[in-house]
């Protein structure tokens, strides 16, 4: 029993950790090509920009669905009988 809720701790924190490293990432490159392309043509700039945001925040819309599948297993466990 105690082992099978520190592997629902340690699957919560890698749920977690990953989903925050491929969300950062993600941002970052998505950020480092949206000023390559407003240095190309900065008359599309405010076109780009929103286009940029509406990405960020789908980008982290699906790190925190992550955030809450893994509150999910932490706190209501669903493979724990009790």
Same mark, same amino acid.
């Given at each position: 029993?105690?082992?099978? *809720? $520190?592997?629902?701790?340690?699957? &919560?924190?890698? !749920? %977690?950790?990953?989903?925050?490293?491929?969300?950062? %990432? $993600? !941002?970052? %490159?998505?950020?480092? =090509?949206?000023?390559?392309?407003?240095?190309?043509?900065?008359?599309? +700039?405010?076109? *780009?920009?929103? =286009? +940029?945001? *509406? *990405?960020?925040?789908?980008?982290?819309?699906?790190?925190? !669905?992550?955030?809450? !599948?893994? +509150?999910?297993?932490?706190? &209501?466990?669903?493979?724990?009988?009790?």
């Amino acid at each position: 029993m105690e082992n099978v *809720l $520190g592997f629902v701790a340690l699957a &919560a924190g890698l !749920i %977690i950790g990953l989903g925050a490293l491929g969300a950062c %990432i $993600g !941002i970052g %490159i998505m950020g480092s =090509k949206y000023l390559e392309a407003a240095a190309r043509q900065p008359e599309l +700039m405010n076109e *780009l920009q929103t =286009k +940029m945001f *509406l *990405l960020a925040g789908l980008i982290d819309a699906a790190f925190l !669905i992550g955030v809450g !599948i893994a +509150m999910l297993f932490a706190f &209501a466990n669903p493979f724990v009988l009790k």
